[in-house]
């Protein structure tokens, strides 16, 4: 086979050419930090890159989806907290008021005050955080509390749910009826509504017939809704345990997952800087070959 000077030219162009381009590959990969820019460098990475990022997409999300947990659950608590206190206030003025000592006027004072602790109560079942009411079920946008209207409607008793990691659902709100009820078919003091109860022993209070044993039977439907408030509270610092031990655990996968990700895509720049040295070197000598291979003519001194 005869070899002429257009092929050698040719031949060395093409290798020429091919080391401009790898060259270019690992410029790309020290600028960029990336293995690969496209996806035809290498589908197989660029494919399981997508899986990765995908992946790392839903715990971020996950993680954002704890913010809202927190905000429900810590409030919640917080509101239940400061009713419960409220609670223990109405119990020791009904302690008070049960004897047989006190006069009228000084019931009438102390239901003043349980009147007021009853307004307090209505305004923490209303608690609102953003614009959602946090004690309503499902039911977010409406205000599950107001006795002005009669008969006084029921909360809503829908769960709020939300997801903390794939197909795990934790309910984040307290059942407003075990906590901030009114019996509608009450018609004396049952232990069955909080706001009821409170009704009816206002208005004992307030009667000058009633004596120390009948403000006496309240005692227990008052510690009744105090018992449902610590039963609540327990309930829910339950569920706060399980989101943090969650959060941990979805921590670790935000690790694992950036450090996947960062094994499949991200170049080894030590190993980069070498193969570049390498090429670069490499390139070199191609071209002082191709000065030896390509012989100027005299066309070249005529042009």
């Given at each position: 086979?005869?070899?002429?000077?257009?092929?050698?030219?040719?031949?060395?162009?093409?290798?020429?050419?091919?080391?401009?381009?790898?060259?270019?590959?690992?410029?790309?990969?020290?600028?960029?930090?990336?293995?690969?820019?496209?996806?035809?460098?290498?589908?197989?990475?660029?494919?399981?890159?997508?899986?990765?990022?995908?992946?790392?997409?839903?715990?971020?999300?996950?993680?954002?989806?704890?913010?809202?947990?927190?905000?429900?659950?810590?409030?919640?608590?917080?509101a239940l907290d400061k009713a419960t206190q409220a609670l223990q206030r109405i119990r020791?003025?009904?302690?008070?008021?049960?004897?047989?000592?006190?006069?009228?006027?000084?019931?009438?004072?102390?239901?003043?005050?349980?009147?007021?602790?009853?307004?307090?109560?209505?305004?923490?079942?209303?608690?609102?955080?953003?614009?959602?009411?946090?004690?309503?079920?499902?039911?977010?946008?409406?205000?599950?509390?107001?006795?002005?209207?009669?008969?006084?409607?029921?909360?809503?008793?829908?769960?709020?749910?939300?997801?903390?990691?794939?197909?795990?659902?934790?309910?984040?709100?307290?059942?407003?009826?075990?906590?901030?009820?009114?019996?509608?078919?009450?018609?004396?003091?049952?232990?069955?509504?909080?706001?009821?109860?409170?009704?009816?022993?206002?208005?004992?209070?307030?009667?000058?017939?009633?004596?120390?044993?009948?403000?006496?039977?309240?005692?227990?439907?008052?510690?009744?809704?105090?018992?449902?408030?610590?039963?609540?509270?327990?309930?829910?610092?339950?569920?706060?345990?399980?989101?943090?031990?969650?959060?941990?655990?979805?921590?670790?996968?935000?690790?694992i997952a950036n450090r996947i990700l960062s094994d499949n895509e991200d170049a080894d720049?030590?190993?980069?800087?070498?193969?570049?040295?390498?090429?670069?070197?490499?390139?070199?000598?191609?071209?002082?070959?191709?000065?030896?291979?390509?012989?100027?003519?005299?066309?070249?001194?005529?042009?």
């Open positions: 086979m005869r070899v002429t000077q257009g092929m050698l030219t040719g031949n060395m162009l093409r290798n020429l050419s091919a080391s401009y381009a790898r060259l270019g590959k690992y410029q790309d990969q020290l600028a960029t930090g990336k293995k690969i820019n496209r996806p035809s460098d290498d589908p197989v990475i660029a494919m399981k890159g997508m899986i990765y990022r995908t992946n790392l997409t839903e715990v971020e999300q996950y993680k954002r989806n704890f913010s809202e947990a927190y905000s429900w659950i810590e409030n919640s608590d917080a020791e003025l009904v302690v008070q008021a049960s004897s047989d000592t006190y006069e009228a006027s000084q019931r009438e004072s102390i239901a003043q005050e349980i009147q007021q602790l009853t307004d307090h109560l209505v305004s923490i079942a209303n608690t609102k955080v953003g614009d959602k009411y946090i004690f309503n079920g499902t039911d977010t946008l409406i205000q599950p509390v107001d006795l002005n209207v009669v008969p006084p409607k029921l909360p809503s008793t829908g769960e709020v749910k939300i997801e903390l990691s794939k197909g795990i659902y934790i309910s984040v709100n307290v059942d407003p009826t075990k906590v901030f009820n009114y019996d509608n078919t009450a018609t004396t003091a049952n232990g069955n509504g909080l706001f009821s109860d409170l009704k009816f022993l206002n208005n004992d209070l307030n009667d000058a017939t009633k004596s120390g044993k009948d403000i006496n039977q309240y005692l227990g439907y008052i510690d009744k809704h105090i018992n449902s408030l610590l039963s609540a509270r327990a309930e829910l610092g339950a569920r706060l345990n399980r989101v943090e031990l969650m959060e941990e655990r979805i921590d670790q996968q935000e690790v720049i030590e190993r980069v800087i070498t193969d570049l040295k390498t090429q670069e070197s490499v390139h070199r000598a191609a071209l002082g070959v191709g000065a030896r291979i390509i012989q100027p003519t005299l066309l070249d001194f005529l042009r």
